[in-house]
Every structure is written in C-alpha cells, then in structure tokens.
C-alpha cells in the first residue's frame, strides 16, 4: 500500500472480526517500535481507517515502553482497544479488521515511528486530502 514501508521485513498483519479477543489475535506482535494501519473490511469494500505508531523516542535516544504490541492492545480515545474495535465492528457493520505492522526500528533500520507515521499520513493526505477516518489530528 505505502511504498515507504516495504523495506521493513519485520512486519505482519492479523485479522480481527467480531468474537476474537484481540490479546490473542496480537500474540505474534514484537514489542519493538515501529508503525501500524487498519484496514476495515465491510460491504465487500476495503477501506484504511487508521495509521498509527508506538515507540516514542525520548530525548537520550531510549524509547517509551509502549511498543507495537502494548500499543495496538491499550487504549484509543479513552477505551481499551478490544472494547473500542467491538463497538466498531458493530455501529460500522464491519466484518473484519486487517492490522498491519512494521517495525521501524532494529538493528537493520533505524527510522523513528513518529517520522514514519507523518511519511504515511502525508501519503494519506496527498491522495484522499482528509486524514484517515479514525485519526482525530496529527
């Protein structure tokens, strides 16, 4: 989808539909930094809701820890994500969300989430001239 990423090999995706705890869905997620987006799949059309990032630098160069798989399982707006993707699952009439991750981070690559995050929303924003539906900012 984004050109910018292909490079990161350590990266995965995983479905979430109604029923599935999201924990477990997210097992096989590192807990390194790096990028995410969501896809959500309803009425046989695929739409990008959200971009998102974990891993927040600080400023002697050590990251915050909340990395990928802390992040995509905590929160957003407030409520727990397992809460927040069931609720959306049902008003949107959605039949699954395809999350995908990359790590942006390693011993191979050593590009900031945050910068990446702003590569892929401004990516985003040059085609669709709006942020993803599920991104409030940036």
């Known amino acids: 989808m984004f050109d910018e990423i292909k490079k990161y090999e350590n990266s995965g ?11 477990i869905a997210s097992k096989e997620i ?21 971009i998102g990032k974990s891993g927040t630098m600080r400023q002697d160069g050590n990251f915050g820890d909340q990395m990928l798989k802390r992040r995509i ?16 699952l049902q008003e949107e009439k959605i039949e699954a969300l395809d999350i995908y991750w990359f790590v942006t981070y390693d011993e ?31």
């Open 13 to 23: 995706h995983f479905f979430f539909k109604k029923g599935d705890i999201l924990s």
């Open 30 to 50: 590192p807990n390194l930094p790096g990028v995410y987006y969501i896809i959500k799949i309803a009425k046989e059309r695929i739409e990008l809701v959200y």
């Open 73 to 88: 399982n905590n929160k957003y707006d407030g409520v727990k994500r397992q809460q927040y993707f069931d609720q959306k």
């Open 108 to 138: 191979k690559h050593m590009d900031l989430p945050g910068y990446v995050e702003g590569l892929l929303l401004q990516r985003f924003f040059e085609v669709h001239g709006t942020l993803p539906p599920w991104n409030k900012e940036f």
